[in-house]
């Protein structure tokens, strides 16, 4: 099981920009790899997920940017037009098999979560 650590989340003004990253401790290439956020009182949802394409969930298509750097096993989020319902936990997830799901419980392993705040 790989250990992913995610990094890059902080407090940003409505219509900025964060780029979140998530290292693994393994070889990710194989694997599909997904962000998922968590604001609080609401469940986990899928924000986006790579394998060999991208999928975004409607709330956030054309602002994120999901992508990879299989030789450094990273996984990013580039994050554009913030706005504070993006206020939330986000959080890394990787599965095994190589095929994107906004299920949580497909992925086996999960990142710690780093937060992103965005005032109005």
């Known amino acids: 099981q790989v250990q992913l650590v995610e990094s890059g989340g902080g407090l940003v003004q409505a219509g900025g920009s964060l780029r979140l990253s998530c290292a693994a401790s393994?070889?990710?290439?194989?694997?599909?790899m997904g962000w998922f956020r968590q604001a609080p009182g609401k469940e986990r949802e899928f924000v986006a997920g790579i394998s060999w394409t991208t999928y975004y969930a409607d709330s956030v298509k054309g602002r994120f940017t999901i992508s990879r750097d299989n030789a450094k096993n990273t996984v990013y989020l580039q994050m554009n037009s913030l706005q504070p319902e993006d206020t939330a936990v986000y959080y890394c997830?990787?599965?095994?098999?190589?095929?994107?799901?906004?299920?949580?419980?497909?992925?086996?392993?999960w990142g710690q979560g780093t937060q992103v705040t965005v005032s109005s």
């Open positions: 393994g070889r990710t290439g194989t694997y599909a």
């Open positions: 997830a990787a599965r095994r098999i190589n095929w994107v799901t906004m299920t949580l419980r497909d992925y086996d392993s």
